[in-house]
């Protein structure tokens, strides 16, 4: 049997006039009951679902959107591996660097002095930012 993707399914289950009795909770009741969005599903005894099944056919099946090439390449897009960089932390942080460095002609000879003693406290640390502690 070729595999039926979840639509494809749950109308198969729904027009084959197979008896409810014969329905397995895991593989046929469970994707409809969640289709239907019948709460406490997962935990629902099979004699439940069976029943909740029964009241579910008596209604129209509710809207879904259908997965679409432009999901698909979002989906794509979202699961590629990314950097630190790539993350708002990632841009907030090279803000706030860039921010410094345009602070430091408007600092004092003593300001600068402490700046470059604590920059040579975290350059002899770890390179990593995990080793980096600040005083």
């Given amino acids: 049997m070729a595999l039926l993707t979840y639509d494809e399914r749950s109308e198969s289950i729904e027009s084959s006039g197979v008896e409810i009795n014969a329905y397995r909770k895991d593989k046929d009741l469970l994707p409809l009951l969640k289709w239907y969005q019948v709460k406490g ?7 439940k679902a069976k029943e909740e099944w029964r009241k579910c056919c008596s209604k129209d099946p ?12 979002e989906f794509l897009r ?9 993350t708002e932390l990632g841009r907030h942080q090279n803000l706030l660097k860039r921010q410094i460095i345009s602070l430091l002609p408007n600092m004092t000879k003593a300001e600068r002095e402490n ?5 040579d406290i975290i350059g002899d640390a770890d390179d990593s930012p995990q080793g980096r502690t600040v005083r």
Avoid: C, I
């Fill in 78 to 86: 979202l699961s590629q591996p990314f950097t630190l960089q790539d």
């Fill in 41 to 47: 599903a997962d935990g629902m005894p099979v004699a």
């Fill in 115 to 119: 700046l470059t003693r604590e920059l």
């Fill in 62 to 73: 509710p809207p879904y959107e259908k997965w679409t090439d432009a999901d698909e390449r």
